[in-house]
């Protein structure tokens, strides 16, 4: 059974730095595109990155301004999300994802798989 794992999450004040790890099991990660989503209370859940399958490309929301990275560590079954500068508006829920694709794009309905969530809280 395919399950995608989140971890790393907390609460940290603005400007601080997280790194999320999600770990998958029941896959070969190398067939599969991974990404990143986030969802606060009251907003619809967002595309934050993805990445190919063997980490040749990636892309980004808008909102990111170059504050997070994401990486990949196939022989660790692991993706990450390097996330720096953060700000209030960056807490929110945030859920790994996977899809049978080669590029680095992402959409909610493109999904096949998605992880239970970790929290990000950004505050003072």
């Known amino acids: 059974q395919v399950q995608l794992v989140e971890s790393g999450g907390g609460s940290v004040q603005p400007g601080g730095s997280l790194r999320l790890s999600c770990t998958a099991s029941g896959l070969t990660l190398n067939k599969v595109v991974m990404g990143w989503f986030r969802q606060a209370p009251g907003n619809e859940r967002s595309f934050v990155a993805a990445?190919?399958?063997?980490?040749?490309?990636?892309s980004y929301g808008d909102f990111v301004e170059g504050r997070f990275t994401i990486s990949r560590d196939n022989a660790k079954n692991t993706v990450y999300l390097q996330m720096n500068s953060l700000k209030p508006e960056d807490s929110a829920v945030y859920y790994c994802?996977?899809?049978?694709?080669?590029?680095?794009?992402?959409?909610?309905?493109?999904?096949?798989?998605w992880g239970k969530g970790t929290l990000v809280t950004v505050s003072e």
């Open positions: 994802a996977a899809r049978f694709a080669t590029s680095a794009n992402m959409t909610q309905a493109s999904v096949r798989y």
């Open positions: 990445i190919s399958r063997f980490g040749e490309s990636t």
